[in-house]
């Protein structure tokens, strides 16, 4: 049995805060203002996860207002998701994700995050998918004021079972 997700995420532009993608920490005048360590590539990720076997969202599963979620690093989160998707029997057949941001430049970094959220996914990275784009100068991402992106993963049931549990 195959599934499919989608999720989403988008954070805005701060100063004085990391610029954290895909757990790799990247070079950039301006970073990203969250909750967490506001790793919006990750974010995705995990809704889409959460969304291929209808297990809520990021959200119901790591409370904003939770302090114990007070700039996690957000590969925990996806390690916390990747835990209960395995029990539930799933596993990662593949990930694809387009982050659209006019900077910093991301060219140099989609190796990197591709090779961490796959031993984060426990697949290859030929598994894993990362594409970079602007919005061409329009609307709130292009006028550079944060970054937004979207994902998609495909799970496949290890048990041969269309069953989801509650997370
Ligand atoms: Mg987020």
């Given at each position: 049995m195959i599934r499919t997700g989608i999720g989403y995420d988008s954070h805005r532009f701060a100063e004085g805060r990391r610029f954290v993608l895909g757990g790799v920490e990247i070079p950039s005048d301006v970073g990203l203002l969250g909750h967490?360590?506001?790793?919006a590539l990750i974010h995705a990720l995990i809704d889409a996860l959460l969304g291929a076997v209808a297990a809520g969202d990021i959200g119901q599963h790591?409370?904003?207002?939770?302090?114990?979620?007070?700039?996690?690093?957000s590969r925990k989160l996806l390690a916390s998701v990747m835990s209960e998707l395995e029990a539930g029997h799933w596993r990662v057949m593949n990930v694809d994700a387009t982050v659209v941001a006019?900077?910093?430049?991301l060219a140099p970094y989609i190796v990197r995050m591709r090779e961490s959220l796959a031993a984060l996914l426990h697949v290859?990275?030929?598994?894993v998918s990362v594409k970079a784009k602007t919005n061409?100068?329009?609307d709130a991402v292009g006028h550079s004021e944060g970054i937004a992106v979207w994902a998609v993963a495909t799970v496949e049931s290890t048990s041969g079972e269309n069953v989801t549990k509650d997370f």
């Open positions: 967490s360590d506001a790793d790591f409370s904003d207002s939770d302090p114990t979620w007070k700039d996690a690093d006019e900077r910093p430049k290859e990275v030929s598994q061409e100068g329009m």
